[in-house]
T-cell receptor, first 114, second 111 residues
């Protein structure tokens, strides 16, 4: 009974490259949330998706960032033309229904932009 | 803007001592959750409190939700090195699915 799987665990990119972060939710979960965390800080909401739909992307920068959760396959958080300020830990969480706190988190992807 | 403030930001104590950390807001939350996060891992849900005044116990951890549902506390009795981690509180402002997160309390228990 696998939990939320994120890959890669660590991703190093040079400025201007693209970063793709993947998240496979827990079995039976159709709601996916992406969060960003800087060292010594809490989590900042980025985007909430259900299968094939973006429900709320209010926490995601309008430029360079996009997210999808296709009918088949993992959810993808894509960052184009990365800059140093994008360096952070990106966590994905999933839930069976709307969150109300019952979120299960992956181990995160640590993105480092050189 | 709804905020959750956690205090202290950092706490380092000896094994066996008791401690309390706090999560405060000026806003009302319909529920509040506590998570523990270890380095390099995602947060893990410890408890959800829903009713004002509610107290929940998880072994040596006691969680309390304020009567007005604006604040919460986590008390650990006889802390152990395994309790070391970042403790995060997160609140649900009404029926909204979004969670508002505190910045966390970094707890270190020294053997």
């Amino acid at each position: 009974n696998a939990g939320v799987m994120q890959n890669p665990r660590h991703l190093v990119r040079r400025r201007g490259q693209e970063a793709r972060l993947r998240c496979s939710p827990m079995k039976g979960h159709s709601h996916v949330y992406w969060y960003r965390q800087l060292p010594e800080e809490g989590l900042k909401f980025m985007v909430y998706l259900q299968k094939e739909n973006i429900i709320d992307e209010s926490g995601m920068p309008k430029e360079r960032f996009s997210a999808e959760f296709p009918k088949e396959g993992p959810s993808i958080l894509r960052i184009q033309q990365v800059v140093r300020g994008d360096s952070a830990a990106y966590f994905c969480a999933s839930s069976r229904g709307t969150a109300q706190g019952k979120l299960f988190f992956g181990s995160g992807t640590q993105l480092s932009v050189l | 803007t709804q905020l959750l403030e956690q205090s202290p930001q950092f706490l380092s104590i000896q094994e066996g001592e008791n401690l309390t950390v706090y999560c405060n807001s000026s806003s009302v939350f319909s529920s509040l959750q506590w998570y523990r996060q270890e380095p390099g891992e995602g947060p893990v849900l410890l408890v959800t409190v829903v009713t004002g005044g509610e107290v929940k116990k998880l072994k040596r951890l006691t969680f309390q939700f304020g009567d007005a549902r604006k604040d919460s506390s986590l008390h650990i009795t006889a802390a152990q090195p395994g309790d070391t981690g970042l403790y995060l509180c997160a609140g649900t402002p009404g029926s909204n699915y979004q969670l508002i997160w505190g910045a966390g309390t970094k707890l270190i228990i020294k053997p």
